[in-house]
């Protein structure tokens, strides 16, 4: 085998190897990553190139179709080489229809028919759906999920999302809206508003921006805390936050206490309603580790049912930021 790195690109050559390769592609709102996946999960060839969402959406559709033509030429490879490619996108997607409804993060992809416009292209077979779901293919072919037959992938970060794997295989739903965790229920009058209009919602007490809200709430209370001097008169960010608590500042691991109460209580419903036997746990807030993990982890074993309660598992996710492209790469044989 040899490695070649060249800037953002990395290629694996393994020579004398015929293998079924797949494209998965993980878009994002500000770069689009590009990978070469083989049947093993191995990312063998890696590019990413900028989203740029305020030119439109075709700007960003050329954009992709050249990285797949400089994929095609610097891992030698044809189209015939190449069995399908997969698209995962933050937002609704049309699974069958292969279109993207709308991406909150990702102004103008609206009602896109971004699987036609590939295979019109390319001439290669091409599926889209949601990255989280993708996340939780991936997870579950080669990640923390392995052997797993009923998982729950979720992702903590700006908000929160999950993949829901039942007996072996993804559920997307009546109309491809399955896994909306972060919009729980958890207060039936007068809770904070969230991103989706309604309120009380997990999402609306337990996400990136509800730190940074819980944060300046502690500084505004005139609390002496490490992240207040950490941001130095800047803006706080959960990542902030997240090194003051990593530091042994007491109110900054208090935060991470109420954010792991409120996903596990919004974890405990789901437990109670699947039955999984793992819940693999990723995204930029889930990068805190212990300090999230150990008090969700805690509410959950309270507050789930028993015997449903008893048989899962709380893992970190292991794909880190490749079980996106990995996870789409999965999409043609599911
Ligand atoms: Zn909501």
Known sequence: MFVIVFRNRTIVINKGKAMKNRIGIDVGGTNVKIALVDDKGKIVYSNSVPTRAEMGYEYTVNNIKQAIYDLMKETKLSTKDIEGIGFGFPGQVDYKAGIVRNAPNIPGWVEVPIAKLIEDEFKIPTRVDNDVRCAALGELNYGAGKGCENLICITVGTGIGSGLI????????????????????????????????????LEAFASGPSIVAMAEDYIRGGKSTKFREMASGGDISPYIVCEAAKAGDPVAKRIFTIMGEYIGVGLASVVNL?????????????????????????????????????????????????????????????
């Open 274 to 334: 699947l039955n999984p036997e793992k819940i693999i746990i990723g995204g930029g807030v889930a990068d805190a580790g212990d300090i999230l993990l150990e008090p969700l982890k805690e509410t959950l074993k309270k507050r789930a049912m028993k015997i449903a309660g008893s048989a899962v598992e709380v893992v970190p996710a292991q794909l880190g930021n490749t079980a996106g492209v990995i996870g789409a790469s999965l999409l043609i044989e599911s």
């Open 166 to 201: 039942v007996n072996g295989k993804l559920v997307r739903g009546a109309s491809n809206a399955a896994g909306e965790i972060g919009h729980i229920k958890l207060q039936i009058h007068d809770g904070p508003l969230c991103g989706c209009g309604d309120t009380g919602c």
